[in-house]
T-cell receptor, first 114, second 113 residues
């Protein structure tokens, strides 16, 4: 049973560029959440997708957008990259995203903005 | 607003000794509390959770945590530490009905041989 997968593993971009990160949830899961983890910090919630819609959003600007596909996979898009966007981006999946269900995390995508 | 505090950036313990990683929280309503572990260059792995019921929760790899409502704490414990337990540990909180989890800053656990 494949767990949560993310691609790419690493990415280097320059300021002002746009980036797309991808995530496939664990089999049987229908909810995908995205997090940003800066060095030395805990994960910060970006948004959650359920039934192909953004259900909840954290304190991130509109430059961060996402999408969920009918097969429950998801993309995170970041426009107009800033140096401060450099971080590990984690995708997590769960079933129905309810508060009491634990999340299963992917290995992350390391984004470096130069 | 909800918040999680992990007051120790690093915990050092000798192999075979008991370990405790501390977590306190603040939330309106019922808390759902989780512990995750992160190994270098890896995503987070779920260890255990408290939703309701017994205050002592048992999880993966011999870890357990005690929910204390009066002290608003959810400390992670293990009776006998292993060198392989060395990793970054995160406490996370969700208020009942909220989809947004709040993570602590993490505690680096170092188990010395």
């Amino acid at each position: 049973d494949a767990g949560v997968t993310q691609s790419p593993t690493h990415l280097i971009k320059t300021r002002g560029q746009q980036v797309t990160l991808r995530c496939s949830p664990k089999s049987g899961h229908d909810t995908v959440s995205w997090y940003q983890q800066a060095l030395g910090q805990g994960p910060q919630f970006i948004f959650q997708y359920y039934e192909e819609e953004e259900r909840q959003r954290g304190n991130f600007p509109d430059r961060f957008s996402g999408h969920q596909f009918p097969n429950y996979s998801s993309e995170l898009n970041v426009n107009a990259l800033l140096l401060g966007d450099s971080a590990l981006y984690l995708c997590a999946s769960s079933f129905k995203g309810s508060s009491y269900n634990e999340q299963f995390f992917g290995p992350g995508t390391r984004l470096t903005v130069l | 607003a909800q918040s999680v505090a992990q007051p120790e950036d690093q915990v050092n313990v000798a192999e075979g000794n008991p370990l405790t990683v501390k977590c306190t929280y603040s939330v309106s309503g019922n808390p759902y509390l989780f512990w995750y572990v992160q190994y270098p260059n890896r995503g987070l792995q779920f260890l255990l959770k408290y939703i309701t019921g017994d205050n002592l929760v048992k999880g993966s790899y011999g870890f357990e945590a005690e929910f204390n409502k009066s002290q608003t704490s959810f400390h992670l414990k293990k009776p006998s530490a292993l060198v392989s337990d060395s990793a970054l540990y995160f406490c996370a909180l969700r208020a009942g009905g909220s989809y947004i989890p709040t993570f602590g800053r993490g505690t680096s656990l170092i188990v010395h041989p």
